[in-house]
């Protein structure tokens, strides 16, 4: 296996920001995706609104699950904490990291699969419980460790590299984000960095459960059962000595359009997604009207992007759960084992 090291060595007069940081300083390792990914962009993006607020990267805890989009992480803030959950578990994890340390900006990175399928529960209750965090999804509506097959978020009666038709009802991670509870709602596209970048830095500021649904198309799958140029078919067909996968490079998608208006984007494979800005007097207050708002477009095809939803009075879990002001890893045994007198203080509160 090839491994490519990132070069150590930068232009010394790159900008830094108000902490001395340079962009690169948010960078992390090669990205090992296909090329053209759309989760790529969304790195960026991250890299860009970590470096314009000034945040020190050991001050962020990264963590994700399993799937394309849970790789990124490796691939921006290289010098912030990490940890790669197992498939869907990211949201406990990362509850249970905040109950521990509140003095770090928590980040969790997961995937429609990852999300909306074996992790549902896990994000509905991390929604509801309003765990201070950043929850990025990186929608592309496809498994894409796995070959492409359809993911719970997929459009009812879109179809596959293979002209399978989806008969399923998608998952909505937006409604089900703000059915739930989180406070913070937004949607965005990959390609359209001017607003994803904002929104990122919106959620980073934001006090509670920040949730952001990125539209990210994957650019890699050509693997129907009939062409002779499927995985499937040269392997059955081959008698090779490894065993290797060649994905050709693909342009990244981008878009940029003014708020309030509607563009079409044309995929790598030919579909048609259109997208709507908000408009600059939209109410993303009012959690009844937003919801309206979402299912109407819905039904005209559209795909709302934009800061969706933002309750401004959001309390998190430790406003919940009345927890004390320091982390609780900072606690020596003394806190933590006050002795008999306040056990017994504690039990008799409850008789």
Request: glycine share 10%; charged share 20%.
């Amino acid at each position: 296996m090839t491994y490519i090291a990132k070069p150590s060595l930068h232009h010394p007069d790159l900008p830094t920001n108000s902490v001395g940081y340079t962009r690169r300083d948010y960078e992390g390792k090669i990205s090992t995706l296909c090329a053209g990914c759309g989760h790529d962009s969304i790195s960026a993006s991250i890299i860009q609104a970590c470096w314009e607020m000034n945040i020190q990267p050991h001050r962020v805890a990264k963590l994700s699950g399993i799937g394309c989009s849970s790789k990124t992480p490796d691939y921006f803030l290289g010098n912030s904490h990490g940890f790669n959950s197992v498939h869907g578990r990211m949201p406990s994890v990362l509850t249970g990291a905040n109950l521990a340390n509140r003095d770090l900006l928590y980040m969790g990175v997961s995937g429609d699969g990852d999300s909306a399928s074996i992790g549902l529960g896990q994000f509905a209750h991390c929604m509801r419980r309003g765990v201070n965090m950043v929850y990025i999804v990186e929608n592309n509506g496809v498994y894409g460790l796995t070959k492409g097959q359809f993911s719970a978020t997929a459009d009812k009666g879109s179809k596959s590299k293979r002209g399978v038709v989806n008969s399923d009802e998608p998952i909505d991670m937006v409604g089900l984000a703000l059915q739930l509870g989180a406070t913070y709602v937004g949607r965005s596209f990959s390609g359209d960095k001017q607003q994803l970048v904002p929104l990122i830095k919106g959620a980073i500021e934001h006090e509670g459960a920040a949730f952001i649904d990125v539209v990210s198309p994957c650019v890699a799958f050509n693997n129907h059962s009939g062409s002779t140029k499927s995985y499937d078919y040269v392997r059955a067909h081959n008698e090779a000595v490894n065993r290797l996968d060649f994905i050709t490079g693909r342009e990244e998608i981008t878009a940029e359009y003014a708020p309030g208006t509607v563009t079409t984007v044309k995929q790598h494979d030919g579909s048609i997604l259109r997208l709507r800005k908000l408009a600059e007097d939209y109410d993303a207050t009012d959690k009844i009207k937003v919801m309206n708002y979402l299912q109407e477009r819905a039904a005209e095809g559209e795909v709302v992007t934009g800061l969706l939803y933002v309750n401004p009075d959001s309390q998190d879990l430790h406003e919940h759960m009345e927890t004390v002001g320091a982390p609780l890893n900072s606690f020596g045994a003394r806190d933590l084992c006050p002795g008999n007198a306040a056990l017994e203080k504690i039990n008799a509160s409850m008789r």
